[in-house]
């Protein structure tokens, strides 16, 4: 979509610095500076363009849309939203006129760049004096700003195309006046950043309704397909179970299967021997660490048997012996025990302590 001039201010200045970084800064300020400032509630209603850089100054053009009224956009979004007089690029230094609305408009152009643009009062069928008029006093103002522009020519675009009439201006700005059909529009180079407000709020709304679809959509695939591969996995441990129970009622006989039970007791009380997890050489170094560097704190008595561990001890301070006890139960070795780790008691020489771990049954 395509704003028309009515719909806009053009603002072009100089300014001091080439840093691409700071040109919206910059533009913004010469907007208030003129008493231009784009709705804050309305969306994105300004952007600036580049016309023209050298080693230190830099021709900028600040765009600034008039809030859009009732009926002024679209029922459905365009995609890209910018200014008419930058979908023409007349080449070289330029002055273009045409009709908008019922109205005639004018652009300048520098080097295919649109550097200005205003709408007239001007109504009829060629550009009249009121026309020319508004081109002069706009080609003065910008002489004033340091923009002085030398146009070439004239490019009267009428709506009767080369039968139209050239009208005030041609003897009027002393230039050669070519008078033909508007050419077609086409999308300007760099791409605009307007983005008037319910538009960019339908955008949103649009988005996030098609990432909630997706959303939903992925979670009820991934519930479907977890429910399956689990459901699946059931069903297949399920049939595993059965037939090993079947083989095993095959093969093991009452004295058999008393003799297994007898052979795990017997396995389960070697296990501090054969298990590297249960051996009291191990679970003292695990018991080791978890007790706090440079803490003062010390094991009096340490009590390993199957399946239970009692440790006895003191510290000078109370707070040592509570790193401790979580130090116990965090140990990649001692988690599996289920601890009892009453407060420590304090007398003359410090705290005293007794924790026992038991594994549970």
Not at 25 to 35: N, V
Not at 137 to 153: F, Y
């Amino acid at each position: 979509m395509l704003f028309p001039v009515r719909g806009m201010h053009a603002l072009p200045f100089k300014a001091s610095s080439t840093d691409e970084s700071l040109f919206e800064d910059l533009a913004a300020m010469h907007a208030e500076r003129l008493g231009v400032r784009a709705d804050p509630m309305a969306g994105q209603l300004s952007d600036t363009f580049l016309i023209t850089k050298d080693e230190e100054n830099a021709t900028l053009l600040c765009v600034v849309l008039k809030s859009p009224g009732d009926g002024d956009l679209p029922p459905r979004s365009p995609k890209e939203f910018d200014i008419s007089p930058r979908a023409f690029a007349p080449v070289g230094e330029a002055i273009a006129t045409w009709v908008e609305f019922g109205r005639w408009v004018f652009a300048f152009y520098r080097n295919g760049k649109l550097l200005y643009s205003q709408a007239t009062s001007s109504s009829g069928p060629a550009p009249d004096a009121g026309c020319l008029r508004e081109i002069q006093l706009a080609l003065g103002q910008l002489s004033i700003q340091g923009l002085q522009l030398k146009p070439e020519v004239v490019y009267v675009w009428s709506p009767e195309g080369d039968a139209g009439s050239a009208g005030s201006l041609e003897r009027g700005l002393g230039l050669a006046a070519r008078v033909m059909p508007r050419p077609e529009p086409q999308l300007p180079d760099p791409r605009s950043k307007l983005l008037p407000a319910d538009v960019r709020a339908a955008r949103r709304a649009q988005v996030a309704r098609q990432q909630k679809i997706a959303a939903i959509a992925a979670v009820v695939v991934a519930y479907l397909g977890v429910a399956g591969y689990f459901g699946y996995g059931v069903w297949r441990d399920k049939q595993s179970i059965k037939q090993a129970k079947a083989t095993a009622a095959e093969i093991l006989s009452d004295a058999d299967n008393a003799q297994m039970e007898q052979h795990k007791l017997e396995w389960e009380e070697l296990q501090p021997v054969v298990n590297n997890n249960r051996a009291p050489v191990e679970i003292m170094s695990r018991v080791a660490k978890a007790i706090p560097p440079n803490s003062g704190l010390r094991l009096k008595t340490a009590e390993i048997n199957i399946g239970e561990i009692k440790l006895v001890g003191e510290a000078p301070q109370a707070a040592p012996v509570q790193t401790f006890s979580r130090n116990l139960e965090k140990s990649a070795g001692l988690a599996e025990y289920k601890w009892d780790a009453p407060p420590p008691q304090n007398d003359a020489k410090g705290w005293n302590f007794v924790f026992t771990g038991s594994l549970p049954k």
